[in-house]
């Protein structure tokens, strides 16, 4: 069970929140903080991706709330999978 809990675990999608693009993080054998750090990064270049086509004053608004909430969005999907995962 726990093996399988491992292999669900490790890949989390990271959901734009502003713009229909999705990224998978592979996370498989981190610790906590290095996932955090590495959704972090795939959310921001996804999120510099998404509003590339924006005003400069559009991105340094925009960019810091893309970040937060696709990270956010991202770790919460991960609990949830490891909650669901945990009942089995």
Do not use: F, W
Not at 22 to 44: C, F, Q, W, Y
Not at 66 to 76: I, K, L, N, Q
């Amino acid at each position: 069970m726990l093996r399988s809990l491992a292999i669900a675990a490790a890949l989390v999608a990271v959901a734009l929140p502003a713009a229909a693009a999705s990224v998978t993080v592979n996370i498989s054998g981190m610790d906590a903080t290095a996932a955090h750090a590495k959704i972090e990064r795939a959310a921001e270049e996804a999120c510099r991706v998404a509003y590339s086509d924006e005003s400069p004053v559009t991105q340094y608004y925009e960019h810091g709330a893309c970040v937060t909430d696709a990270v956010a969005a991202a770790e919460a999907k991960l609990t949830e999978s490891n909650r669901s995962l945990a009942k089995l």
